[in-house]
């Protein structure tokens, strides 16, 4: 059993110190009951909003000093943190110049980065392949002994990306979004199918609030391995919380040996 806490939250548009104020207040409210989580979930880019034309003024350096702060938290408090993703700048090597990521990192209870993953597919109805550096691998991490994967958010459109992280051994897939309304039917079914079809689960983070035209509905969800909603969010700011039975994923395996059946012969 694993509980897991989704912080549900608005951005303020280009400003990581008070997007970074905020969640320390929802951090907080998360960590107040009495039996705290196991894993907390942010949405995507949560540092700096899609402020994507400043992102080389406003993003982090290397995880600082966003991924610090919280690996304090994650060692203080005892917790996992799967830490959304940030906009991060890095240079992969001393030759390279740095450049824009939009990166996903994971803290354990320790407070140590157990996953560093860069988005992969980049939005491009949002202009965010002119600012944004690609990544270029499938990152899987283990959480309290569990398998998980990353996506964020436009990933989950890609379904051959999504198998190959089920296939590295994937359990629970962890999505931080930042996905608009007038797409929220697409948001929802494609976390409802990756989770049937990968027989897994599947955790959705999206944001809430404004940017300019763009409204973003939240409905962050948490999808079980048989493709049922165990939890949907509303529309608001805050924290939803569930719990999650990992011998769910192995039950419907053995049920529909989707794994056992697949023919890579004949697709590719
Ligand atoms: N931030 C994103 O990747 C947005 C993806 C999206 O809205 C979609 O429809 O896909």
Redesign the pocket.
Known sequence: MLKVSLIQMDLAHGDPVENRRKLEGLLREALKPKVKPDVIVLP?MWNTG?ALERLSEIADRDGRPTIEWLKKVAAENGINIVAGSIADIRSESPAEEPRVYNTAYVINRSGEVVARYDKVHR?R??G?EKYVAPGERAVTFDLDGVTCGLA???DI?FPEFIRKIALLGARILFVP????KP?QM?WKLLNMVRAIENQFYVVGVNRVGSQGKAVFPGISLVVNPWGEVLLEADEKEGIFETTIDLSAVDKVRRYIPVFEDRRPDVYY
């Open positions: 995507e899609y939005f109805l949002m965010e964020i958010c436009y459109r979004a930042q996905w608009p797409r697409h």
